[in-house]
């Protein structure tokens, strides 16, 4: 599965959950399309390749296809995510409750301010970043949201491959790139800089394609 087709697939899963949830039990490509993006016949492709068939008219059950694309994707047990740097976006991703639906939960942050990891008041433990290796095994992490200055990016990236992380978003304005680990795995890194993507926006805004 190349990387358009799984992000399809993923927009497809997300809104399966959000028919299941107003009480839908069937589902047409036509609708899948709407909420991914795309045609219906790129639905019925895609589908046709993970060789996940329906009913001409009567189209697919969606817990049916919940449970057979939550497996493609690896679905299943609830999937642990920690933060590095409890800054403001830090915050607004451990308040954010919409990953829950999508198997996703963070269970822990991490920051240098005593201020930030004495907290009481965290809806999620924060601990100091001298624990990271500790938390990490102890709650089995392999994915990390990192979310601190630019001066401490790289650092970061490095104690957290360290103590066995092997997936990476990174929103700090510095570009991580994968590098293997002393156990020979080559980690998972997606970098999100918020500016530049901004910057095209008003690009395109400003220069539209014809």
């Known amino acids: 599965m190349n990387n358009d087709m799984l992000i399809r697939v993923t927009r497809y899963y997300r809104a399966l959950n959000r028919l299941r949830t107003i009480g839908l039990e069937k589902v047409f490509a036509h609708n899948l399309a709407d909420a991914a993006g795309v045609s219906a016949a790129v ?3 895609d589908f046709s390749q993970l060789e996940i068939h329906g009913q ?10 919940i449970e057979r694309i939550g497996s493609i994707l690896g679905k299943g047990d609830e999937q642990h995510v920690i933060v590095v740097g409890c ?19 963070i269970v822990a942050g991490f920051d240098n301010d005593p201020l930030v990891y004495s907290d009481p008041s965290q809806p999620i433990p924060v601990y100091p970043m001298s624990r ?3 938390v990490i095994g102890a ?16 650092d970061t990236y490095s104690d957290l491959l360290a103590a066995g992380i092997t997936g990476v978003m990174n929103f700090s304005p510095v570009t991580l790139k994968p590098v293997r680990t002393r156990d020979g795995i080559m980690p ?13 926006i008003f690009y ?6 014809e």
């Open 132 to 134: 990271l290796e500790e």
């Open 188 to 200: 998972v890194v997606h970098n999100i800089n918020i500016g530049l993507e901004l910057e095209q």
């Open 43 to 45: 639905v019925r492709k």
């Open 56 to 65: 001409k008219r009567g189209g697919y059950e969606i817990t049916d296809l």
């Open 87 to 105: 800054g403001r976006i830090g915050k607004a991703l451990m308040h954010y409750s919409g990953f829950e639906s999508d198997g996703i939960r």
């Open 139 to 154: 709650l089995k992490v392999d994915v990390a949201i990192i979310t601190v200055p630019e001066s401490a990016a790289t």
């Open 204 to 209: 395109e805004l400003k220069f539209p394609k």
